[in-house]
Every structure is written in C-alpha cells, then in structure tokens.
C-alpha cells in the first residue's frame, strides 16, 4: 500500500503564495509519476500539475493552462515528498488540493492508483 499525505493549505488573500507538500510512504512506494489535482466546490476534480519519476537528468513536468507560470511542481527523491508552488493565487484557484501517484504518467485520474485526502486552499479576494 502507499500513504499520501498533504499539508500546507489554508487561507491566502488573493496574489498571494502557498507551497503544498505531499509526503509518500508505503511499502508498495516506488517514486513513480506524481500529480497534484484539485476539486472545487460544485465541480469535478481536475488536473492541476504533474512531474515524471527520475529521467536520469531531470523530471518532466506539465501543468494546466490555468496554473502555468503560476504554479512549479516538484519533488525530493530522498524525502519521499512531492510540492506544488502556487504564486500569484487567485480567487478560482480555491479548492481541495489532492496528490496522487501512479505508474503512467499524464492528465489523466485513471493513471493514478493512490490519492491522498487532500488540503484546502482558499483565496480571498
């Protein structure tokens, strides 16, 4: 089994900043491809960002229009853990962030085979 559990949400005026973790454990863990989503309320969840497992070189990453230039996503092999660097937040960036790992990397929800719970992030304007 794996575990994934975000910290690190909570509540930032708009243009604000915010750095989500997502700390991986489990037996079944093996520093697969990553991705952060997130769900709105009223709304289905949707792909935020997501970073390759270790290319030898560097990881790929990708992210949704909506957040590019915004949002970095990263990852530390050592630690187990995964971030997503939001900047510039906005209003519509407010739901429950969700990490999740998987073996195929992409946009998809059915790539990925483990979530964690999620974080809530709230941007006042």
């Known amino acids: 089994q794996v575990q994934l559990v975000e910290s690190g949400g909570g509540l930032v005026q708009a243009g604000g900043s915010l750095r989500l973790s997502c700390a991986a454990s489990?037996?079944?863990?093996?520093?697969?491809?990553m991705g952060w989503f997130r769900q709105a309320p009223g709304k289905e969840r949707e792909f935020v960002a997501s970073?390759?497992?270790?290319?030898?070189?560097?990881?790929?990453?990708d992210y949704a229009d909506s957040v590019k230039r915004r949002f970095t996503i990263s990852r530390d092999r050592a630690k187990n853990t995964l971030y997503l660097q939001m900047n510039s937040l906005k209003p519509e960036d407010t739901a429950v962030y969700s990490c999740?790992?998987?073996?195929?990397?992409?946009?998809?929800?059915?790539?990925?085979?483990?979530w964690g719970q999620g974080t809530q992030v709230t941007v006042s304007s």
């Open positions: 489990g037996r079944s863990f093996r520093s697969g491809p």
């Open positions: 970073i390759s497992s270790f290319g030898g070189a560097a990881y790929e990453a």
């Open positions: 999740a790992t998987g073996t195929t990397l992409g946009r998809a929800q059915s790539n990925y085979d483990y």
